[in-house]
């Protein structure tokens, strides 16, 4: 019997103590692993935060945000000039158009003309029709004050004697230079492939989940823009039933379909750095005409949201060390009580010719192995509860609910009705930070594991070296005389 | 082998200075089997926890083989009571939740003998010491106290040591065990040259030691 199996044997001595001693263990080194998978994950959303919206700035046409009207539509002059300014990498411009319902507009007979991003509106706004029926119904807020101030229903109703035509909500269009949404980032397909074919004249369509639904469309079913047959190439899921709602097309088809050609609703643009942000703002401002555009930069949630997330990252960081801590202590406050208890054995083992340096390896051992079974013990309460602790943790410290998935989307649309004019939901210039951090999701992995248990137990080691060594020191006669 | 020398060992307590050893003097040969007589509290414990190097003395010298171990450092010491001592204590002070077995093998790993050679080593020395073979896997701590001290003194002789040091071996036992136990110590010390001290108030020891001493108020005289 070595050193080594002499231990682990004396771990198990009084098998009740060192049962609900891995039990507290575990709690403790359970908390500090689920704590330092928190702030892993935490940072891991800070960098990709960083990354993907951190660099971006979003040009829209002056005035035209929050669906109140605005100024000329973009071209891609405007585009061209963007991409001319310092520092920027990259431009992404994409057109908003909604679309009527085919039928439905031709027995209101008032489908409204052109009427994106603000300007004159049509009753719905509409830019053109389509075959597609919206999966989305308008309800009574959608019905209400709806020209008149009365309440209609979604099947029609009257407003001071005069009967309304029923009200539908229009289907959102984008078309789209590549396979990104309108912030840059690419969309999540449920089935079927990304766009690939850009030109004019083609036929491409990304369909939304709830609207292909509605449309009991697959991937290769077609439906009709205008007079265009498009075939669906994929079904996309953006995270909630309004933007299911909508289609993706090619930019140039988009265009050439509702005779907007040339123009665009917003730019997406890249800048090379997070520390240029701010500059190319003024110089895209400048380039664009301060009068014709708004440039909005996606950093300033993202400041906002970094500065919740690093809140969230410090608490979880402490409360590491304080679990880290609160474990060393557990197994410092055992091996003192277990070497007072032992004392008499510690002084025979000195007296047969045990060194000091043995009795620590000894009692270090027998202190890793209850550590070790807490480790492991732990390491399952740090999968099953880092989730929930990382969503208290950023509910608490951003407001956002974490499991509030889906992509970044600005505000513009109240909830009366969509009469007086365009709703181009703007992405990304008005995102709150709380939507911002969307989803954080959290992994134990191996060097998460590796580097908690090298902390715990280098913890765990000195806080059984310190009461071993101190009492190794000791004469021999002095733990046995006193027995 | 084994030379004493004014050795004191004192302590205060309270405003006294107590001395259980006070200038105590004698010389043992190798192979020698001696024993230290003297009532309770006469100091016989101390002197020999003094010549194990449980515990250092507060002035005098013990030499060992012309080692003086009074200023031995500690990791010195340690390496004396793993190799030149034996000591057999009164209670036995085996490790309750090892084997016999392993707790003969004990000083040999301290020592650095391989597994299977301490393991070998210490089934012969419990059969010397007269311990049945379904003994050697039974915990200490379930065994009778005559077979504790017979394994306590197998633990003795694991490294071959010069000196063993047994404080009251037959204290706690029968008479026929104690008879065992005084034959197998009298064997060792003529057999194997080793020196063996013992300290007791059992006149039926020492009766059959070799030398005799009785320490009162902590001075020493050969009988």
Known sequence: MGVVSRSVGNAFRNKVRSGAVVVILAVAIGLALAMLVANQAVGAKVDSLKASVGNNLTVNPAGSRGGLGGGNPLTTADATKAAAVAHVTGVNGTLTVRLANAATASTSGSAGGPADRGGAAGRFGSSGTTSLVSAVQPGVLGQRNNGTGSTGSPTGGTAGGTTQPTFTIPIQATGVSSPTTAAGTALKLTGGAQLSDFAANSTQALVGSTLAAKNSLKVGSTFTVQTRTMKVTGIFDAGDAFDNNGIYLPLAATQTLVDQAGQLSSLNVVVDSIENVAATQAALTTALGASNVDVTAGSNNLQSAITSLGTVQNISLIAFIASLVTAGLIVLLIMIMVVRERRREIGVLKAIGASNRTIGVQFTLEALVLVVLGTVVGAVVAAFSSNPIVSALVAGNTGSTVSAAGPVRGGGFGGGGFGGGGFTRTRGAFAGASQLIGTISTSVGWQTLVLGAVGILAIAAIGALIPALLTARVRPIEVLRGE | ?223
Do not use: C, W
Request: net charge neutral; glycine share 8%.
């Open chain 2, 1 to 223: 082998m084994l030379q004493v020398k004014d050795v004191v060992k004192s302590f205060n307590s309270g405003d006294r200075t107590i001395k259980p050893v006070n200038g105590v003097s004698f010389s043992l040969e190798q192979g020698t089997f001696a024993a230290i007589l003297g009532k309770s509290g006469s100091g016989k414990s101390t002197l020999l926890s003094l010549l194990g190097a449980l515990d250092k003395a507060t002035s005098g010298d013990v030499i060992v083989d012309d080692v003086n171990i009074s200023t031995l450092p500690d990791r010195k010491l340690t390496a004396y009571r793993r190799d030149d001592i034996g000591f057999v204590f009164q209670s036995y002070n085996l490790i309750p939740n090892l084997s016999a077995k392993e707790n003969v093998m004990l000083p040999m790993e301290f020592a650095g003998v391989s597994h299977g050679e301490r393991s070998k080593r210490a089934a012969e020395l419990l059969n010397q010491v007269e311990l049945t073979e379904e003994m050697h896997g039974r915990l200490a701590n379930r065994l009778s106290g005559g077979m504790q001290q017979r394994v306590a003194i197998a633990r003795a002789l694991a490294n071959n040591p010069k000196l063993i040091l047994a404080d009251e071996p037959t204290g706690n036992l029968d008479d026929e065990t104690g008879e065992l136990i005084i034959a197998l110590l009298r064997q060792l010390a003529h057999g194997k040259k080793t020196t063996i001290l013992v300290v007791t108030h059992d006149h039926a020891l020492a009766a059959q030691t070799d030398r005799k001493f009785r320490l009162a108020r902590g001075q020493i005289t050969e009988a």
